[in-house]
């Protein structure tokens, strides 16, 4: 059965970097775009990134870009976020989610709705 | 940028009743990519409706889901003590943009 597991959280100071990772199992991970999404506590979900099948295409909330890196490794089905120059307010539960029916054109991904989330782990930037 | 606007924000009602759940987008949708989720407390989101209308695999013929352009539903038909929960919509198509969420709450 299709299983997303996230890791890697855990508490950092304003300025830091942490890397987080899902390991998935039980489907062809190397098919599926893949994204990662967070939620604040006590607050609703928020989009972070996503990456294409083969890794040619990310693309990023604007909250995120140019600190935030997605990757993944399609040999050992795992999918990554490296997240630099942490603040305050990326204080969340972070999820990966598997992209189901989605296409990566050149300016975005598009169409392809989250049909599997990971378990999400809790990143806690303070001071 | 899309916005999506859930109504209302907390929806009180009984095990057994009928819920309606409002989602409201900024601008018409792209090829109703418009998705539901229902979040229980301490779970990761699950998919309960995608392209306005399709249930999701597994997910009881007591949700569903309707609308196009702006103004998209979810309806549960008879209230389970389980669907106690909160719901957001979630647009996906050129942006990933999801709602502020509903609560549904035992009255």
């Known amino acids: 059965q299709v299983q997303l597991v996230d890791s890697g959280g855990g508490m950092v100071q304003p300025g830091r970097s942490l890397r987080l990772s899902c390991a998935a199992s039980g489907f062809a991970f190397s098919l599926y775009a893949m994204h990662w999404v967070r939620q604040a506590p006590g607050r609703g979900l928020e989009w972070v990134a996503v990456?294409?099948?083969?890794?040619?295409?990310?693309y990023y909330a604007d909250s995120v870009r140019g600190r935030f890196i997605i990757s993944r490794d399609n040999s050992k089905n795992t999918l990554s976020l490296q997240m630099n120059s942490l603040r305050d307010e990326d204080t969340a539960v972070y999820y990966c989610a598997r992209d189901l029916l989605g296409y990566c054109g050149d300016t975005s991904c598009y169409g392809g709705y989250f049909d599997y989330w990971g378990q999400g782990t809790l990143v806690t930037v303070s001071s | 940028e899309i916005v999506l606007t859930q109504s209302p924000g907390t929806l009180s009602l009984s095990p057994g009743e009928r819920a309606t759940l409002s989602c409201r987008a900024s601008q018409s949708l792209s090829s109703n990519y418009l998705a539901w989720f229902q979040q229980r407390p301490g779970q990761a989101p699950r998919v309960l409706i995608f392209g306005a209308s399709t249930r999701a695999p597994g997910i009881p013929d007591r949700f569903s889901g309707s609308g196009s352009g702006t103004d998209f539903t979810l309806t549960i038909s008879r209230l389970e003590p389980e669907d106690f929960a909160v719901y957001y919509c979630?647009?996906?198509?050129?942006?990933?943009?999801f709602g502020q969420g509903t609560k549904l709450e035992i009255k």
């Open positions: 979630q647009h996906y198509g050129s942006s990933y943009t």
């Open positions: 990456i294409s099948f083969d890794g040619s295409k990310r």
